[in-house]
């Protein structure tokens, strides 16, 4: 059964939220509630408001019920909004627990940027490495990639055989990019970063529809064969001597 996914640009940094449902049961999956909580809610609740700013069937309407809250890791503006989408749905907040201590530091983190960020919430149940999280008829494997923060995890959710799979990836990689490395508190590491993204993302076919934590939509194909930092591309040692 082929899900709903849309996608909301929130808060000052354009944070993508992925908003993931079900068609059989219209179970919804929030994954990076990061800002903006009103807007999710009014669209997840009653299709009103601003709605998404992508969804890959835009014509559908569907009845939602939320059922779990995902993080990809716990960078502030992925995890900002999560008190106001814990009291409104009462449901599990899941998050690896290499970010479970960074989390606590979210507000000092927004205020880093001069942003406004709640009391942080915590995590009610925690990822590890190879779980497989099923919600309705949507289920995501959980893969650590650490490198970007000590607890970053890719979520790949698995479709019938003739369709790609999904992959949400907070700021493991972006279209043309990796994650930064220089976040404080936060455990960053290039070469683990490298190593998170060949290991538990280019092992993904290439069909595979990425869903970056900034920027637009790529696949794991695009970004093995032309992303400068890692791939075929970043292989080829010529192109490293820019002089
Ligand atoms: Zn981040």
């Known amino acids: 059964m082929a899900a709903l996914i849309e996608g909301f640009y929130v808060g000052p940094l354009q ?22 909580a009103p807007r999710l809610i009014d669209w997840i609740d009653t299709a ?4 998404p700013d992508e969804s890959n069937m835009p014509e559908l309407e569907i009845e939602r019920t939320v059922v779990v809250l995902l993080n990809t890791h716990a960078h502030f503006d992925h995890s900002g909004a999560i008190p106001p989408l814990l009291e409104r749905y009462g ?10 201590q960074l989390q606590t530091t979210a507000k000092q983190s927004a205020e880093r940027w001069r942003l406004h960020a709640p009391e942080p ?12 999280v099923i919600f309705g008829s949507l289920r995501f494997e959980v893969r650590h990639a650490p490198g970007h923060s000590l607890g970053s995890v890719c979520l790949i959710l698995r479709t019938p055989e003739d369709e790609p799979d999904h992959a949400f990836v907070g700021d493991v990689i972006f279209a043309g990019g ?3 490395t220089d976040i404080p508190n936060s455990g960053g590491d290039w070469p ?16 595979t529809v990425v869903y ?6 790529t696949t794991i194909g695009e970004e093995r064969k032309s992303n400068p930092f890692v791939g075929e591309r970043a292989m080829d040692p010529t192109r490293n001597f820019y002089f």
Request: charged fraction near 30%; hydrophobic fraction near 30%; include cysteine.
């Open 121 to 132: 919430a915590l995590p009610t149940k925690t990822f590890e490495h190879g779980d497989e």
């Open 212 to 217: 970056p934590g900034h920027g637009p939509l």
């Open 178 to 180: 990796v994650g930064r």
């Open 15 to 36: 944070m993508r939220c992925s908003v993931v449902t079900c068609l059989e049961t219209g179970d919804t999956v929030i994954i990076d509630g990061g800002d903006e």
């Open 192 to 207: 683990l970063l490298k190593k998170s993204i060949e290991e538990q993302l280019f092992t993904l076919d290439d069909e």
């Open 48 to 51: 009103s408001g601003d709605g």
């Open 91 to 100: 449901v599990e907040w899941y998050l690896h627990e290499g970010d479970h």
